[in-house]
């Protein structure tokens, strides 16, 4: 049910998707532009993000037009919550007793300055968190995050010393960081269980058929990972 299968859209772009009874989810490939996801998803209503790397999630709202957010909840069926990235991780959620799914942009940034504590509280005062399931979408794994020492102090401030050892790992004299295992920690220390998260796996630096900040250097190109409610 989790793991998403690859498809083909009208203009031959690539793209992987998962559908379940109440929720679909999935994620572009390369040469993805704004209009060509809102075609795919004509007959609905799609919301994007201005993504800020900060913790603000908002509600699916048809008044909204590209806020100022990293994150977005939906409750209602036919609305597609867009999250960009490009090596940052999407965090797909969704639960198994309500309607209530969305995504979340995690970053480093948003991680430190708190966007997936923020979700908990959130989803919290929506559903008992043992309802909902997470999924860790592509993004660059840690062996190809090299970050310097201005991050890793970072991380030192807002994790306890034991957790940011795994978070930030040293490997030859270099620092690496691994945004999954940021996020893991954060979501079992709210007691989410290990079953309820997934892993896409797949990272953005190695697979050439996804867009990677860090190895193309490019300020356009984006993975554009989206959520909704099937009916
Ligand atoms: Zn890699």
Known sequence: ??????????RNLSYYESKSHFYTFGYTLKGWGENDLINLFADRKVL?????????????????????ADGIVVSAPFRVAVIKTADC??????????????????GWRGIVAGIVDNLMKLLESRDKLANIFFILGAAIEWQCYEIKDDVQAEFERKFSKQKATEIIRKNDHKLFLDLKEAVRTILTENKISREQIFNIGSCTYC?????????????????????YINE
């Open 48 to 68: 994007l993000l201005n993504q800020v790397h900060q913790q603000k999630i908002v509600s699916f709202s048809d008044r909204l037009f590209k806020p100022e």
């Open 207 to 227: 697979n050439p058929e996804l867009p990677s900040f860090r190895r193309t250097k490019s300020g356009t190109d984006r993975i554009y990972n989206y959520i």
């Open 89 to 106: 991780l999407p965090l797909f959620f969704f639960s198994t007793s309500v309607r209530l799914a969305g995504i979340v942009h995690c």
């Open 1 to 10: 049910m989790i793991k998403p299968v690859r498809k083909e859209s009208i």
